[in-house]
């Protein structure tokens, strides 16, 4: 007997966005769902950093936040304007009204919401994150979480991300908000 082939989980309507803060694991999730669905991961941060070759913090030392917020909306309607993808967003992608607009009309966008503890365990130890740079980078992310988390509460759909929770858990999750809102569209067997 010939081994069988995963069958994708359900075909997207349109693209999934992941937003949330730095450390909700919007790259492991979206990788996650990208495997299930057996649809492209795409990494906005990712996308900026390969086509301009610097890194995030490079860019943010030399040409400052609102050139790289302005580069990220721009590769962002690119990824939307391709097939359906997952979508993994910088946490500051939503903030920017233009950005939200877009986001909404085209894709279905869901939110890991985080707390600190939870955030902090995640990043703490990383030193790619510009925006940590600071004498106390735990106080930081806690004005940052606190700034963003009135914008985020905008997203149309949201899970809370546990800490006892699997990557593969907390993607079951997100799969069950795309088949209810009608984003994931069950396949049927040939």
């Known amino acids: 007997m010939g081994e069988s082939v995963p069958q994708p989980a359900g075909e997207l309507a349109r693209s999934v966005v ?7 694991g ?7 769902l990208s495997a299930t669905l057996g649809v492209p991961m795409r990494d906005s941060d990712v996308e900026i950093v390969e086509s301009s070759q610097l890194t995030i913090a490079e860019i943010f030392e030399r040409y400052g936040e609102p050139f790289f917020r302005e580069k990220e909306g ?13 979508l993994s967003t910088g946490g500051g992608a939503w903030l920017s009204p233009a950005n939200r607009e877009m986001l909404l009309e085209q ?14 365990s995640r990043v703490k130890h990383k030193t790619h994150r510009p925006l940590l740079h600071t004498d106390d980078p735990r106080a930081t992310l806690a004005e940052l979480l606190k700034a963003r988390t009135p914008a985020y509460a ?3 759909d949201k899970v809370t991300v546990r800490p006892e929770w699997s990557i593969d ?4 999750k997100v799969l069950e908000i ?3 809102n009608g984003t994931l569209l069950e396949t049927t067997s040939r």
């Open 178 to 180: 795309l088949r209810s």
């Open 26 to 32: 919007k790259t492991a999730i979206g990788r996650a």
């Open 107 to 120: 894709a279905s966008v869901v939110w890991l919401e985080a707390d600190l503890p939870l955030l902090w």
């Open 154 to 156: 905008l997203a149309p």
């Open 169 to 172: 858990a907390t993607a079951d």
């Open 74 to 86: 721009q590769v962002i309607a690119r990824l939307l304007d391709g097939p359906p993808c997952i």
């Open 18 to 24: 992941l937003i949330g803060m730095m450390g909700a």
